[in-house]
T-cell receptor
Framework: DAKTTQPPSMDCAEGRAANLPCNHSTISGNEYVYWYRQIHSQGPQYIIHGLKNNETNEMASLIITEDRKSSTLILPHATLRDTAVYYC??????????????FGKGTRLSVIA | EAQVTQNPRYLITVTGKKLTVTCSQNMNHEYMSWYRQDPGLGLRQIYYSMNVEVTDKGDVPEGYKVSRKEKRNFPLILESPSPNQTSLYFC????????????FGEGSWLTVV
């Protein structure tokens, strides 16, 4: 079962920042927070991941609360092409056992012109 | 360009007729896996492989086989397909089992009638 809770859907105006929340109150100390997205029925696409610190890359920023029980994915200037289902996933990254991505229902983000 | 390539992308087949969905990656990744995606159930892992000749069952392996004779290829075999295997299938790969960036193929739509 997915260990995260996300709102089922959100809207965002084109050009505005999209802030997608995720609750992971039972996260363990060695679990990372990952964000993937799936546009229509294409293969999921990696966006960003983090453990404790906030992270930023060319696609997005990830803000993790100090207690690590929740996080927010920020798309700074949403475009129509960012319309997708966004998945927040917690996972241990280890070579000592299989740790597949466990996808929940995600948040369907609609970017509106 | 980093790619995970699946074939066929779309297939309609009949119950009991053996089929193979191929998966190939060009990134020299050790870890590869197969997922299926069904409405309301999200993505579930079928099989995974940590390296050449090393494969193991994921969460929903029944009715499937895999092989990993070469690093780049990880075919999914349905020996006797049944209608409940109608689904969208994704192949994925990462540098290692603990790899943070997991690349997905574009998906294969399989319908068994």
């Amino acid at each position: 079962d997915a260990k995260t809770t996300q709102p089922p859907s959100m809207d965002c105006a084109e050009g505005r920042a999209a802030n997608l929340p995720c609750n992971h109150s039972t996260i363990s100390g060695n679990e990372y927070v990952y964000w993937y997205r799936q546009i229509h029925s294409q293969g999921p696409q990696y966006i960003i991941h983090g453990l404790k610190n906030n992270e930023t890359n060319e696609m997005a920023s990830l803000i993790i609360t100090e207690d690590r029980k929740s996080s927010t994915l920020i798309l700074p200037h949403a475009t129509l092409r960012d319309t997708a289902v966004y998945y927040c996933i917690v996972r241990v990254a280890t070579n000592s056992g299989n740790t597949p991505l466990v996808f929940g229902k995600g948040t369907r983000l609609s970017v509106i012109a | 360009e980093a790619q995970v390539t699946q074939n066929p992308r779309y297939l309609i087949t009949v119950t009991g007729k053996k089929l193979t969905v191929t998966c190939s990656q060009n990134m020299n990744h050790e870890y590869m896996s197969w997922y299926r995606q069904d409405p309301g159930l999200g993505l579930r892992q079928i099989y995974y492989s940590m390296n050449v000749e090393v494969t193991d069952k994921g969460d929903v392996p029944e009715g499937y086989k895999v092989s990993r004779k070469e690093k780049r290829n990880f075919p999914l075999i349905l020996e006797s397909p049944s209608p409940n295997q109608t689904s969208l299938y994704f192949c994925a790969s990462s540098l290692t089992q603990a790899g943070n960036t997991i690349y997905f193929g574009e998906g294969s739509w399989l319908t068994v009638v």
